[in-house]
């Protein structure tokens, strides 16, 4: 599905109205960052590992464009420059990774990292330029044209069109719109829930306890 098309589903949802394209619009880009801002993302808002070149004596650096959240199981890994093998950093408090530098822990490269705004802080700073390696939700392309597609229109367009629906219908005043979009929506976020544990038992080799 693309933007255009989600656009004329909700106006025909809405009772065929052909004068509210341009707010439906609108809404739907409203909606989808209101998906994202989620406390569970789905599974399509994994990004590929992203590589971010870190100078040296560099204790900070941005997040990634479109950054959403990190990983559950872990997000941050930092190069060693003569074998080109990544560790993983351990994430831990702002407070304690001001420690770590206080102390030099270390002083060849960081070990831990913590999220603060939109910069991961790093401790110790590399003696060195090397590289990390990111894995992270992050955010779906932003919809402009009616051609235009993107995660959410491609695996579950139910889920955004439904939100973005809900929000035409207070729009609207219409409770009884409003209680049409909200029960598709309860139905498809339930849907979206059941992927992704369904992914993540998959990402499991099963195994038969016993003595």
Excluded at 10 to 17: C, E, Y
Excluded at 23 to 38: D, W
Excluded at 144 to 150: C, I, V
Aim: no cysteine.
């Amino acid at each position: 599905m693309n933007y255009g098309e989600a656009v004329a589903n909700i106006a025909k949802k809405l009772g065929n109205r052909t004068d509210l394209d341009a707010s439906i619009q609108s809404e739907i880009l409203l909606a989808q960052a209101e998906l994202e801002a989620a406390v569970t993302l789905p599974w399509f808002l994994l990004g590929p590992e992203k590589y971010i070149d870190l100078v040296a004596d560099t204790d900070r650096v941005a997040v990634p464009t479109g950054f959403l959240r990190e990983y559950e199981d872990g997000a941050l890994w930092i190069e060693d420059t003569t074998t080109g093998d990544f560790t993983k950093l351990t994430k831990t408090h702002f407070d304690t990774l001001r420690m770590v530098e206080s102390t030099g822990e270390s002083d060849e490269a960081p070990e831990y990292y913590t999220l603060a705004g939109e910069y991961f802080y790093l401790a110790p700073p590399p003696a060195a330029d090397t590289r990390l390696r990111i894995l992270s939700y992050n955010a779906a392309d932003t919809l402009a044209a009616a051609a235009d597609t993107n995660a959410w229109l491609t695996y579950n367009p139910e889920m955004l069109i439904a939100k973005a629906g809900m929000r035409m219908a207070q729009y609207l005043r219409s409770v009884e719109l409003y209680g049409m979009f909200q029960s598709q929506y309860v139905e498809s976020a339930a849907a979206q829930e059941k992927h992704n544990v369904a992914r993540e038992i998959e990402n499991f080799e099963g195994f038969m306890g016993g003595s």
